[in-house]
């Protein structure tokens, strides 16, 4: 099994800025995906960004440019620096891992709410 916990949301103002963190444990294995969906109410839960080693990134169009995101693979954590927020970018946002093996399954954190205030 594999445990997410993550860390970072919270109530910023528009233009600010916010890091959210997320470290696995269990059972990992060492070629994985790591990243960031949102879901925010009456909307699909949207995939954010990705991240393959530490060097192959996803980013949905509408946070190009605005987030980054980032990996420590000894402590198998990953970061979503977040800048420029928007209100539109309020979310419960899960952190998602998974094994690039054959047979597996994604494995999800409980969320962390992110609030952006006009």
């Known amino acids: 099994q594999v445990q997410l916990v993550e860390s970072g949301g919270g109530l910023v103002q528009a233009g600010g800025s916010l890091r959210l963190s997320c470290t696995a444990s269990g059972r990992i294995f060492s070629i994985n995906r790591m990243g960031w969906s949102r879901q925010a109410p009456g909307k699909q839960r949207e995939t954010v960004a990705t991240?393959?080693?530490?060097?192959?990134?996803y980013y949905a169009d509408s946070v190009k440019g605005r987030f980054t995101i980032s990996r420590d693979n000894a402590k198998n954590t990953v970061y979503l620096q977040m800048t420029g927020l928007k209100p539109e970018d309020t979310a419960v946002y899960y952190c998602?891992?998974?094994?690039?093996?054959?047979?597996?399954?994604?494995?999800w954190g409980q969320g962390t709410q992110v609030t952006v205030s006009s």
């Open positions: 998602n891992y998974h094994a690039l093996r054959s047979g597996e399954s994604d494995y």
């Open positions: 991240i393959i080693r530490t060097d192959i990134t």
